[in-house]
């Protein structure tokens, strides 16, 4: 059974910082591309950040990118995502995810991920 453990997340001021990591088991993440999302209230789910298996490529919306950094530590089987320079509107649940596809490249659509980790809360206060 696959599970992805997140941890991390809080109340913070504008212009903080925060990093929120995701734990996988059950699944080797050095064959699948992760994926950091993020839903506020009354919009839809949206990703901030992507990385391939190989952790050789990433992707950033324009609204994060210059702010967020996607890692990966493959022998933690850990997830990252650092937040910098942090906005009021960065607040949301902010959720991690595992592609479906084994060393697909990464993708932009939920649809696209097929286990989730349990969210965790971002508020950024200004």
């Known amino acids: 059974q696959v599970q992805l453990v997140q941890s991390g997340g809080g109340l913070v001021q504008a212009g903080d910082s925060l990093r929120l990591a995701c734990a996988v088991f059950g699944r080797t993440i050095s064959s699948y591309s992760m994926g950091w999302f993020r839903q506020a209230p009354g919009k839809e789910r949206e990703i901030v950040a992507a990385?391939?298996?190989?952790?050789?490529?990433?992707y950033y919306p324009d609204s994060v990118k210059g702010r967020f950094t996607i890692s990966r530590d493959n022998a933690k089987n850990t997830v990252y995502l650092q937040l910098n320079s942090l906005k009021s509107e960065d607040t949301a649940v902010y959720y991690c995810a595992s592609d479906r596809q084994w060393r697909g490249n990464f993708k932009v659509v939920a649809g696209a991920y097929d286990y989730w980790g349990q969210g965790t809360q971002v508020t950024v206060s200004s």
């Open positions: 990385i391939t298996w190989s952790g050789g490529t990433t």
